[in-house]
């Protein structure tokens, strides 16, 4: 779906103002999966970054999921051995961003990816990393190298990344002049681990920054081009009700108009078939069934913006399940919860709902049944 790329220039032009001022050269995009951070980065600001006064060089610490040092190294090699010919910067970014698309496909992208066989990067394999970006900076000339660094969360994921982690930061404090960089990742648990955990060496170092979600100036475009492409006459209003129950994605939202498109059906039909695709994607089915009686009622009433240790609660879970209702109980909850990813604690005592698809999807079960 290549002319559905909604361009986000105003807000790549926002982030890159953010270097000039001095504040920080280093920043941190945290929202959740499938939010469009990755061909944000990719189509909107390295592309802007490449037309003033920077070098981005893109890399994913995903490349290999064990190793994550081996995905910097590459895009490393890569950028320094592309310098000298002309046109590399968009050359290298199509790679990327068709590589990108391509995985977005992939199942098991969901969840956040744990490695199962994690390496601890080699003293030899710093040194060389700190060479190659020696070796781009100078390179590089006037401009600046901005590293734009996917799935950051992966470092906080396992302690064999510490060692990579400690020494990425060191390599970037001592060039801050010259290497601005932007992280990016999804899963708020661990984004917030790595960046406001006073123990982590990014805190204080990165200033994490909202990435908002896409518009209704998206929706109008989709609108347009509905119309002007497709001859499918869809209202901004219905694009608008259904983007909202997909959580403002706009992985799910190109799914229904492409649903759209090709089956040439309503709005209400497409979020039907868009829905059940999410539920079979991210497994609401097994998810509702793993999870224990007392957790569902606490992540209910997360959903519905009510405090975890409050006495009802604790009175309904004594009374429907079989654990007593004691805080320590609800703590034991709240850990399973962010264990799998269902919520976030940005700060102590605040928590944050990760799936609001699954709260529709257990609400719906709720329901009691029409005979
Ligand atoms: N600006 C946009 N205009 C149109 N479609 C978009 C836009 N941004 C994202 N998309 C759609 O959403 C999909 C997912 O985007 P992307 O891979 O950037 O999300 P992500 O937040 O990086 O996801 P993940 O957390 O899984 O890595 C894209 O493949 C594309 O179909
Ligand atoms: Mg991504």
């Known amino acids: 779906m290549d002319g559905w790329h909604f361009p986000r220039t105003d807000l790549a032009n926002h982030y890159l103002s953010l270097f000039d001022l001095g504040i920080s050269s280093s920043f941190a995009l945290i929202a959740p999966r499938r939010k469009g951070k990755t061909l944000f980065i990719l189509r909107d600001l390295a592309p802007a970054a490449n037309k003033k006064k920077y070098l981005p060089v893109y890399a994913s610490l995903w490349s290999n999921i064990n190793a994550p040092h081996e995905g910097l190294i590459q895009a490393l090699e890569e950028a320094i051995a592309a310098q000298d010919k002309k046109g590399f910067v968009s050359r290298l970014l199509q790679a990327k961003i068709k590589k990108a698309t391509l995985s977005n496909e992939l199942l098991g992208r969901m969840e956040v990816e744990f490695a199962g066989n994690p390496e601890k990067v080699s003293s030899k394999e710093l040194t060389y990393l700190d060479q ?19 799935e950051v969360q992966h470092l906080s994921t396992s302690p ?22 932007m992280f990016t990742g999804s899963s708020r648990h661990y984004m917030n681990l790595l ?5 982590s060496p990014f805190y204080h170092f990165s200033q994490p920054l909202p990435f908002p979600d896409l518009d209704r100036d998206f929706l109008t475009f989709l609108q347009e081009k509905l119309a002007s492409d497709h001859h499918l006459t869809v209202s901004v209003a219905e694009l608008s009700r259904s983007f909202s129950q997909l959580d403002q994605s706009p992985y799910w939202m190109m799914k229904l108009i492409t649903r759209l498109v090709t089956a ?11 829905t059940h695709l999410i539920e079979a994607a991210e497994d609401y089915e097994g998810l509702a069934k793993q ?3 007392a957790d569902r009622l606490i992540f209910l009433a997360l959903c519905d913006g009510k405090n975890p240790f409050s006495q009802t609660l604790l009175q309904r879970i004594d009374q429907q399940t079989s654990v007593k209702g004691v805080a320590s109980n609800i703590q034991r909850s709240l850990q399973r919860l962010q264990e799998q990813q269902l919520i976030s604690q940005p700060k102590k005592g605040e928590y944050q709902v990760e799936k609001s698809g699954l709260e529709r999807f257990l609400r719906t079960r709720e329901k ?3 005979k």
Do not use: W
Not at 164 to 180: E, I, P, S
Not at 195 to 199: H, L, R, Y
Not at 264 to 274: D, G, I, N
């Open 368 to 370: 009691p049944k029409s």
């Open 132 to 150: 190659l970006l020696t070796t781009l900076t100078e390179k590089a000339g006037k401009k600046t190298v901005l590293l734009l660094i996917d």
């Open 291 to 293: 999870m224990k009686p």
């Open 195 to 199: 960046f406001n955990e006073s123990q």
């Open 160 to 181: 064999a990344f510490d060692p990579l982690t400690h020494a990425l930061r060191t390599m970037l404090d001592k060039r801050q002049g010259q290497v601005k960089s």
């Open 264 to 274: 040439r059906t309503s709005c209400k039909e497409a979020l039907e078939y868009v």
